[in-house]
């Protein structure tokens, strides 16, 4: 286990697992399969705003962050639970920056983007209606009930799961192969970690960094 313990990880699992393009991408193939409607926005490199409605840990940031890399566009993201109007406007006026400087579009990732109030969802609609901003939103919540209208007619809503058990054997043995070199599971281990995760990738990487953290601890404290 020489290699697993011989460094510290100063990578987070979460983004040493990050895909780098939609291949990679673990779950969501009714999105993403062939000729699926997220995947022929992607081959079409026509960026449209659009929200992502779905559980925690099922891919919506990643996705958002491969849009803007398929689309060589400018990244800016907010979290809803943090952000106000100021926050909006300090974004928009980075993307008219960026037009000017490099003619580059912005994608604006929201997380939690139920969370703003009708003003907040105001401030950033004139620039999504003139094309300086592509409105990436992520809820956990119906957003037929928790968006502005008017957002939401200029948005198309894309519908996330969670990862089948299949799915998250997939993400399991990824992660294995790739940031838990010198670490075994047995198939008990295996099942409990992925049982536990219930359908939540992001669950899953956690559980599988601090059991590879209490790993590399134990062995620090025998040698």
């Not at 969501?28 to 490199?45: N, T």
């Not at 100021?86 to 969370?115: C, M, N, P, Y």
């Not at 799915?167 to 399991?172: D, R, S, T, Y």
Request: proline share 4%; glycine share 6%.
């Amino acid at each position: 286990m020489g290699d697993l313990f011989s460094r510290t990880h100063s990578v987070p699992l979460a983004e040493a697992l990050r895909p780098k393009s939609l291949d990679e991408v673990i779950g969501q193939q009714h999105l993403l399969g062939p000729g699926k409607p997220l995947r022929l926005a992607f081959e079409a490199r026509k960026p449209h705003s659009l929200i992502f409605w779905g559980p925690p840990g099922v891919g919506k940031t990643t996705l958002a962050r491969l849009m803007a890399d398929a689309f060589d566009a400018e990244f800016v993201a907010l979290s809803a639970v943090f952000s106000g109007v100021k926050d909006i406007r300090e974004a928009v006026a980075h993307a008219e920056a960026v037009r000017a400087q490099t003619g580059r579009s912005t994608i604006l990732f929201v997380d939690e983007v139920h969370r703003f109030n009708k003003a907040q969802q105001d401030a950033f609609l004139p620039y999504v209606e003139e094309g300086l901003l592509t409105l990436v939103g992520a809820t956990t919540e119906n957003p037929s009930f928790e968006v502005n209208s008017a957002l939401l007619s200029r948005a198309s809503v894309y519908v996330l799961n969670s990862l089948s058990e299949i799915e998250m054997g997939q993400l399991f043995e990824r992660a294995c192969a790739k940031a838990l070199e010198g670490l075994t599971f047995d198939e008990d281990a295996r099942a409990r970690l992925i049982g536990h995760a219930d359908g939540d990738a992001r669950r899953l990487i956690n559980l599988l960094e601090q059991t590879r953290t209490a790993a590399e601890t134990a062995k620090r404290m025998h040698v």
